[in-house]
T-cell receptor
Framework: NAGVTQTPKFRVLKTGQSMTLLCAQD?????MYWYRQDPGMGLRLIHY???????AKGEVPDGYNVSRLKKQNFLLGLESAAPSQTSVYFC???????????FGSGTRLTVV | AQTVTQSQPEMSVQEAETVTLSCTYD???????LFWYKQPPSRQMILVIR??????QNATENRFSVNFQKAAKSFSLKISDSQLGDTAMYFC????????????FGAGTTVTVRA
């Protein structure tokens, strides 16, 4: 089925470790996004991309980096994980956005 | 980011009854979109309904309808004939137009439908 695929679905990291979350979409969407979801705070935008080779900062970009080398993939990196980055991370894509996003199923990340 | 406020952290409703979720937003923009997303326990985010700010008519999708009050900056969601499968967290979201496709979300309202 067409959609947005996130890997991994769960991960536990130790403080200071690094990792990359992978997001892939097969709908040829131009726009891609990374959000984090925390209790009582809804979803907050980390970084986004408006096309292949472009990235931009969202509301909470500190401690994260992203890359979009191919149109279908959007990678989120944590260089030195901190407990404050414990969260559920969602990737989403859209062709324009005004008809809403297609979301991945999320990655639950725990940093100990 | 635009401010989206959902003042009801949790709501409970009996099966087959109606529940209304509130959402207010703060913006100086005149042209924008509003959305309601549903997040069931599976964690998947599902689009429920969308509203274009320049349209006076309230959007409806089957048992889901909105009450959009532009002057009051209010966008409530009504779930009619509630079903057990409606149990989920519901998020209100705002998107500025044109050409700004970032969504700003509220904190969410957890809805529990009782059998």
């Amino acid at each position: 089925n067409a959609g947005v695929t996130q890997t991994p679905k769960f991960r536990v990291l130790k403080t200071g470790q690094s990792m990359t979350l992978l997001c892939a979409q097969d709908m040829n969407h131009e726009y891609m996004y990374w959000y984090r979801q925390d209790p009582g705070m809804g979803l907050r935008l980390i970084h986004y991309s408006v096309g292949e080779g472009t990235t931009a900062k969202g509301e909470v970009p500190d401690g994260y980096n992203v890359s979009r080398l191919k149109k279908q993939n959007f990678l989120l990196g944590l260089e030195s994980a901190a407990p404050s980055q414990t969260s559920v991370y969602f990737c989403a894509s859209s062709q324009r956005g005004d008809y809403g996003y297609t979301f991945g199923s999320g990655t639950r990340l725990t940093v100990v | 980011a635009q401010t989206v406020t959902q003042s009801q952290p949790e709501m409970s409703v009996q099966e087959a009854e109606t529940v209304t979720l509130s959402c207010t937003y703060d913006t100086s923009e005149n042209n924008y979109y509003l959305f309601w997303y549903k997040q069931p326990p599976s964690r998947q985010m599902i689009l429920v309904i969308r509203q274009e700010a320049y349209k006076q008519q309230n959007a409806t999708e089957n048992r889901f309808s909105v009450n959009f009050q532009k002057a009051a900056k209010s966008f409530s969601l009504k779930i009619s004939d509630s079903q057990l499968g409606d149990t989920a967290m519901y998020f209100c979201a705002f998107m500025k137009r044109p050409n700004d496709y970032k969504l700003s979300f509220g904190a969410g309202t957890t809805v529990t439908v009782r059998a």
